[in-house]
C-alpha cells in the first residue's frame, strides 16, 4: 500500500510548527500504525533527517501513551482503538493521513507529535488515590461490595489516561478522565475516607491546569478507546454537590 502522510513537525514547545509531506510505499496492510512510523522514521535516519518524534510505550493499548489525531480524529478512525492498536489496513492504498499532536492548550507540544501530559498527574496527585492502609488482598466476599458498584467502578478504571478525551473536546475539558477516576474510587468502600475531599481536590485541579468545563457535547466518549460513558460525568457532578452539601453542613 501506498501513503502520503502529513505531519506535523515542530521542533521545541516554543517553534511554530508546521505539516511536512512524506511518501511512504511498499506499506504492509499488517503494519501497525506506529511500526509504520517507526518505518518511516528509519529511511528519515538513513538519509541523515531528523525522526518524527511520537510517544508510544506498551503499544498494546493498556498504558496510554500513545497519542496521534489522525485524520482529525483522536487515536484515528476505529472504534475504540489506541493509536498502537490501529493496523494500515484501516486505510486505503493511496490515501493522504494527517498525523497530528493532541491539541489542547493544558497539553503543550514537547516536540512534534509528542505532547506534556503533567496536567492529568497533578490532577490524580491532588486527589485521586485512597490513603488508607488496605493490606495484602482481602479474602473473596471479605469487603462486600454490590455487583453493581463493582462492574461501574471497574468500567471507570479501563481509563487509560489517554488524553484523547481532551483533544477531542471543543472545550479542552477533561470531564470524561475526572469522571472516570472519581467514579472509580468513588464507588468502592476503600475509597470512602476521602470521597468528598477528592471530588473537590480534583475538579479544583482540574480548573486549575486550564481545562475547560464540560458542555455535554459528548465528542470525549465517542474518541474514548476504553469506551467510558459520559455517565461518569453526571456521577462526578453529583459527588461535588454531595461534597459542597457536607461542607456546608
Ligand atoms: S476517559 Fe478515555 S479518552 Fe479520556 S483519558 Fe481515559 S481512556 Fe483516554
Ligand atoms: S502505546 Fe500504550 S496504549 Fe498505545
Not at 168 to 195: D, Y
Not at 205 to 223: K, L, N, R, S
Amino acid at each position: 500500500m501506498d501513503f502520503t502522510l502529513k505531519i506535523w513537525r515542530q521542533k521545541n514547545a516554543k517553534a511554530k510548527g508546521n505539516f511536512e509531506t512524506y511518501k511512504m510505499d511498499n506499506v504492509s496492510p499488517k503494519m501497525a500504525f506506529l511500526e509504520m512510523l517507526d518505518a518511516l522514521n528509519k529511511k528519515l535516519i538513513e538519509e541523515d533527517k531528523d525522526p518524527v518524534a511520537f510517544d508510544h510505550d506498551c503499544r498494546e493499548g493498556i498504558c496510554g501513551a500513545c497519542s496521534l489525531v489522525i485524520n482529525g480524529i483522536a487515536h484515528g478512525p476505529k472504534d475504540r482503538v489506541t493509536t498502537c492498536q490501529l493496523h494500515m489496513r484501516t486505510f486505503k492504498d493511496g490515501d493522504q493521513i494527517d498525523i497530528e499532536p493532541w491539541r489542547a492548550e493544558p497539553f503543550p507540544v514537547v516536540k512534534d507529535l509528542i505532547v506534556e501530559r503533567a496536567a492529568f498527574d497533578r490532577i490524580i496527585q491532588s486527589g485521586g488515590f485512597i490513603s488508607v492502609p488496605t493490606g495484602t488482598a482481602p479474602e473473596a466476599h471479605a469487603v462486600p461490595v454490590p455487583k453493581v458498584d463493582a462492574d461501574a467502578a471497574f468500567e471507570a478504571a479501563a481509563c487509560i489516561g489517554c488524553g484523547a478525551c481532551v483533544a477531542a473536546c471543543p472545550n479542552g475539558s477533561a470531564a470524561l478522565f475526572l469522571g472516570a477516576k472519581i467514579t472509580h474510587l468513588g464507588l468502592l468502600p476503600q475509597g470512602q475516607p476521602e470521597r468528598d475531599k477528592r471530588a473537590l481536590a480534583m475538579i479544583n485541579q482540574h480548573d486549575v491546569e486550564g481545562f475547560g468545563g464540560c458542555t455535554q457535547i459528548g465528542e470525549c466518549t465517542a474518541v474514548c478507546p476504553k469506551g467510558i460513558g459520559m455517565e461518569v460525568i453526571s456521577r462526578y457532578h453529583r459527588e461535588v454537590l454531595s461534597a459542597l452539601m457536607h461542607h456546608k453542613a
